[in-house]
């Protein structure tokens, strides 16, 4: 049985209590009684707002399902329609131009363009990889994936393949000339590398040269007449040739270059929300103490590879010598932010006065920046002591605004300065993506961030329109006018209100990580689009797309990107319904399919075994890194079919235990798996699923969270009392 302890107004699970006592407080200026005392306050304070904004979500999602069932049987009006949503305060008059104010904002987020890493901040050695991603070997990167197809198609062994290495040598060196080209050489021809006269030499065959641009040479380690490394700059991403004569590569490289590492994961986002399973007071002790140890700098993950025992712990920086002899450092690891819940859930671990459970968004604030304490102090993660704080699933400025007063008490309890406390602005809601600029205004002294994510908006685009018809099919919704609309108009809004420069405008998820050919052929398309970050689901993915950020300058494209016509609002709001369905069964049966083997997939891992993020194979057996957005917007898509009768529900149950079968097969090789066909009704993880689709309509905002927590704390009691 759980144990409480009484605090004050508050009833809190005692391990979380002892947590924050004894383990998250720890070496901070603030007592355990000053911290409880301000949560209680603030939290009581706090929580009739979160339950209003919810109850405002409801009334408004209510409104729009009589206007719809009333005006869409024939088309929707589209005048008429956004008088509608004006009317009901849903659509927001765009005040004057104005430009954000946010101070003391890091070089990562300000300046630097480049790949972002989103991990379960649950698993330590995820996100200690995550951390740990600022460098990568771009050579690694290359020989073990399939950007440089396999020679003869034979598949990867552990002996070293010659052959291809020297492919990646190649790819490697045309890179350099690309980015970092010399005067009147290839890099492919040099035979020596020194700095002379606080410059970089370069010999190639009898002669030397220099780099064509001599700023591009930032530094070296090791001695001025035999470096150990090279670190040349380009678009202010850092590129280190590493020099080892004796080294597996170094050894037959007529300049001794054994491998290249580059500047990849710029930032990354450790996750308490999409990408974990968070339903109880331990699983929110984990959480926050992974961050905690994360800002301490102590986070250690010991585990088994390759037949051995790997300990895993933070990187240090890179300490190097400037071309005048001075001494600099480069910061090794990637700048930590951390992803807080939204505003819909509550938690378990805390019961208020009235005995109802405390907002998870409210505690995951308090929490997160508690843990981020020690970094105020030590500065290795926030150069200039800011706490960066992605904020998900908001509905518009007031929920925004709300967001902002939960900071500031977070603030006013732990003593910090006004505006310590960053915002990341997650366009995933389609009533944000519509009040965008309203949005960022009202937190425009916090925020850094804002982005774009296909699987969530789309999945509020489906729940939001639900009467107004049958959606057309998930594949064709990337090529829908409202996206596109969606995706261009979240750039001209950050960058009309001045995010160029001072914060992240960010684009979603490469979902394939082994399908990198690909990845580098698509995802050149988010630097084009003015993104000065993107999420990639690997480190290897990181060094990968940073070539991308090398080959397109961003800042000059958002210069660029700025002068055309935004994006219309009237177009984001045109709802992706199908004029005339006239699918065939069997293009309804495979749609069916691939919407029910994603769901499975990943609740069954969800449910059964707590994981909230792994790589889940699809209907074609390709791997996709999943998260909990992808259920949203597949459940959503179900729902609505059954509800304008595209298909029916017997139809998709058939289809469900038929991909459940499937998802069995699937994870054949997994000792902890439970298979779902063998007992449809005694499948907690297949009843979670189902629950996802056949009361997809009621959900609030099509979220899957009250489903998939209800079912994973049913499975956790039995597994205790089991146990």
């Not at 719809?68 to 005040?95: S, V, W």
């Not at 959900?699 to 899957?704: R, V």
Request: net charge negative; with cysteine.
């Amino acid at each position: 049985m759980t144990n409480f302890t009484n605090c004050g107004n508050l009833t809190v699970n005692t391990a979380l209590y002892n947590f924050v006592n004894d383990e998250l407080l720890e070496g901070t200026s603030i007592s355990a009684d000053h911290f409880w005392e301000g949560f209680d306050k603030s939290v009581h304070a706090l929580a009739p707002r979160n339950r209003e904004l919810l109850a405002i979500r409801q009334k408004m999602q209510d409104q729009i399902n009589i206007w719809l069932k009333e005006n869409a049987q024939n088309g929707i009006d589209q005048n008429a329609y956004e008088t509608f949503l004006t009317d009901i305060g849903y659509l927001l008059d765009e005040g004057p131009n104005f430009e954000v104010a946010t101070a003391d904002v890091d070089a990562e987020i300000a300046r630097v363009a480049g790949p972002q890493l989103v991990v379960p901040i649950t698993n330590a050695r995820y996100a200690l990889n995550a951390a740990n991603a600022r460098f990568g070997s771009l050579y690694d990167a290359l020989y073990g994936t399939d950007v440089i197809p396999q020679t003869n198609h034979k598949a990867q062994t552990s002996k070293y393949d010659a052959i291809r290495g020297q492919k990646v040598i190649a790819y490697v060196r045309e890179t350099l000339d690309k980015a970092t080209p010399l005067a009147n050489a290839s890099w492919a021809d040099v035979t020596n590398l020194a700095i002379i006269n606080c410059a970089l030499e370069i010999e190639c065959g009898g002669g030397s040269t220099t780099l064509a641009n001599a700023n591009s040479f930032t530094g070296y380690t090791g001695d001025s007449a035999s470096p150990k490394s090279i670190i040349l700059t380009n678009n202010e991403l850092h590129m280190q040739i590493m020099i080892d004569h004796a080294g597996v590569i170094g050894k037959d490289d007529p300049a001794g270059v054994n491998d290249v590492r580059i500047e990849a994961a710029i930032s990354s986002i450790m996750d308490c929300e999409d990408s974990i399973a968070a339903v109880d007071a331990t699983d929110k002790i984990l959480a926050y103490g992974n961050w905690n140890k994360l800002m301490r700098g102590t986070l250690q993950d010991t585990f088994e590879k390759a037949g051995k025992t790997v300990t895993r712990k933070l990187v240090d920086d890179i300490c190097f010598t400037r071309p005048d002899g001075s001494e600099a450092v480069l910061h090794g690891r990637a700048l930590m932010l951390v992803r807080n819940v939204g505003h819909l859930m509550t938690n378990p671990a805390i019961l208020l006065a009235d005995g109802s459970e405390v907002p998870e968004g409210i505690m995951d604030a308090f929490m997160t920046v508690a843990g981020a304490l020690p970094d105020l102090q030590r500065k290795a993660n926030s150069a200039t002591g800011s706490v960066y704080i992605v904020k998900p699933k908001m509905h518009g400025p007031d929920e925004v605004n709300f967001a902002t007063e939960i900071f500031a008490a977070v603030e006013d309890v732990l003593g910090l300065d006004t505006n310590t406390i960053k915002m990341g602005i997650m366009d995933e809601e389609r009533r944000t993506t519509i009040n965008l600029k309203e949005c960022i205004r009202v937190a425009s002294k916090r925020v850094v961030f804002i982005n774009t994510g296909f699987l969530d908006r789309t999945g509020d685009e489906i729940h939001t329109s639900m009467e107004a018809g049958a959606m057309i099919r998930k594949g064709e919704m990337k090529n829908a006018a409202w996206i596109r609309a969606y995706e261009d108009r979240n750039v001209d809004i950050g960058l009309a209100c001045g995010l160029g420069g001072k914060a992240q405008i960010g684009k979603g998820m490469w979902a394939m990580p082994d399908l990198m050919a690909n990845m580098m052929e698509q995802k050149i398309n988010h630097p084009l689009a003015g993104a000065n970050c993107a999420w990639v689901p690997s480190p290897t993915a990181a060094t990968l797309h940073a070539l991308h950020y090398h080959e397109v300058n961003v800042r000059d494209r958002q210069q660029l990107l700025s002068t055309r016509k935004p994006a219309s609002r009237k177009e984001i709001l045109s709802v992706p319904t199908a004029s005339r369905p006239n699918w065939s069964d069997n293009d309804i049966r495979q749609e069916l399919r691939n919407n029910a083997q994603s769901i499975l997939g990943y609740v069954v891992r969800w449910v059964d075994q707590g994981i909230g993020c792994s790589k889940v194979p699809d209907i074609h057996n390709i791997g996709l890194m999943e998260d909990r957005a992808t259920l949203r917007i597949s459940s959503q898509h179900i729902a609505n079919w059954i509800h304008h009768g595209v298909c029916s529900q017997q139809l998709a149950m058939e289809i469900m235990k038929e991909m459940a079968a499937v998802v069995d097969r699937q994870n054949e090789g997994d000792p902890l798996y439970r298979p779902m066909a063998n007992d449809f009704d005694a499948s907690i993880a297949f009843q979670a699923a189902c629950d996802l689709v056949f009361e997809g309509r009621t959900q609030p905002s099509g979220y899957t969270e009250p489903v998939l927590h209800r079912r994973r704390l049913e499975r956790k009691i039995l597994d205790a009392n089991a146990s």
